[in-house]
């Protein structure tokens, strides 16, 4: 059933939108957060920049599912996603084995 001249969005929609952009603002606020700038490099602060950044793909994915949804861009947002958490998931594992240098 499409309509012309009005768009309508789902619940499931508009809470997925909501959701993903208070996941991005919360990273966001994470990462200005002073105790967690002066870790750099820390656990916490990896895991900041994934909740952002996967927070801000997963909100471009949903407007664009709203705006778009008969095109590719909202699944291109996922796939960057699931990279950007696989990034983060694999440098918090590498960091957490550090393997100590062989002479």
Known sequence: MERTGSMTVSAEQFVVLVLSISCGVLGGFLLAHRGVRMMRGGLLYRLSVGLA?????????????ILLADTILPDAFLVLALVVLFYIGYSAWLSAHQMPAEA
């Open 53 to 65: 950044a996967v927070g801000i793909a997963l909100s471009l994915s949903a407007g664009f599912r």
